[in-house]
């Protein structure tokens, strides 16, 4: 079994992600289940400019589109909405909206990094709020600028040990030491395995068990076969995971990365 806690839907340029693609790749690199958030809900660039008008979409549209994808394979994908929280802030559409489709929707997405906005900025009370309410995790991206660094996410963390926080990534393009330092300090923080090397996963469990880790992998982002090579060719990194990590943890350790903790964070119900 595994369930992949951080993959992907949606076209902002250079990215394509098609619901085939990672149907396609799911079926092929044996992933059971998949949670979505769809990119086009990016506000800025990877150079921190705002992304085009043809190229946003609104929050509330962003959601509908989302959930219509979700709902035509409910048994494989389930909905991460990705918030705009630079610009929009959850109305009483978009909550409209995950009330009546909560069966599919499993956590909220934030984006600091496309959105340049700090988990920890007071604005985003109002999504704590509805992630309270209604017992639903958030997952935010951490790394690769300052309003996306974790210590951002562990503060919002701190101030609301009702609900539970993944930080994603766990610093992307840092050696992960202050994620990973920060992982051990709040029982309501976890972190994902997306382009996140092996030997990070393989300490985090050796300091704090295998409750705190999430498999995630941003699939489908260098194409259908993300989970397999990288745009080069060079073998995907998520090749050690599904190989060389069972030879390095237990097997109980490997299942509770791989799935249990999702499911259970998440409340995924599937066999």
């Known amino acids: 079994m595994i369930i992949d806690s951080h993959a992907h839907i949606g076209?902002?340029?250079?990215?394509?992600?098609?619901?085939?693609?990672?149907?396609?790749?799911?079926?092929?690199?044996?992933?059971?289940?998949?949670?979505?958030?769809?990119?086009?809900?990016?506000?800025?660039?990877?150079?921190?400019?705002?992304?085009?008008?043809q190229w946003q979409t609104p929050q509330n549209e962003l959601l509908r589109k989302t959930l219509e994808i979700a709902r035509k394979a409910p048994e494989k994908l389930g909905v991460l909405p990705w918030l705009r929280i630079r610009q929009e802030l959850p109305d009483?559409?978009?909550?409209?909206?995950i009330k009546e489709n909560r069966d599919i929707v499993y956590g909220l997405k934030l984006h600091p990094f496309h959105s340049l906005t700090a988990p920890d900025d007071p604005k985003l009370e109002p999504v704590y709020e509805l992630a309270a309410?209604?017992?639903?995790p958030v997952v935010s991206h951490t790394g690769g600028c300052e309003e996306a660094m974790s210590i951002h996410l562990y503060n919002a963390?701190?101030?609301?040990?009702?609900i539970d926080f993944v930080m994603v990534h766990m610093d992307l393009g840092t050696d992960n030491k202050a994620a990973l330092d920060l992982l051990g300090k709040l029982p309501n923080?976890?972190?994902?395995?997306?382009?996140v090397?092996?030997?990070t996963a393989v300490e985090a469990i050796r300091r704090y068990g295998s409750k705190k880790m999430l498999f995630g992998t941003d699939n489908p982002i260098d194409g259908k076969d993300t989970l397999l090579h990288?745009?080069?060719?060079?073998?995907?990194?998520?090749?050690?995971?599904?190989?060389?990590?069972?030879?390095?943890?237990?097997?109980?350790?490997?299942?509770?990365?791989?799935w249990r903790n999702a499911a259970r964070l998440f409340s995924v119900n599937i066999t």
């Not at 009483?92 to 909206?97: N, P, S, V």
């Not at 963390?157 to 009702?162: I, Q």
């Not at 923080?189 to 382009?195: A, F, I, K, S, V």
């Not at 599904?242 to 509770?256: A, G, P, T, V």
Request: hydrophobic fraction near 35%; charged fraction near 25%.
């Open 189 to 195: 923080l976890y972190g994902d395995t997306t382009w």
């Open 92 to 97: 009483a559409g978009f909550i409209k909206l």
């Open 197 to 199: 090397p092996v030997a």
């Open 11 to 53: 076209i902002l340029p250079p990215f394509q992600m098609t619901a085939d693609d990672l149907l396609y790749s799911m079926e092929r690199y044996c992933i059971d289940f998949s949670l979505i958030s769809n990119i086009e809900g990016a506000e800025n660039d990877h150079l921190g400019n705002p992304v085009p008008p």
């Open 157 to 162: 963390a701190k101030r609301h040990p009702e």
């Open 230 to 258: 990288n745009k080069t060719g060079d073998r995907s990194l998520y090749q050690q995971y599904f190989n060389e990590l069972k030879e390095l943890i237990s097997e109980d350790d490997y299942e509770d990365l791989m």
């Open 133 to 136: 309410e209604l017992r639903l």
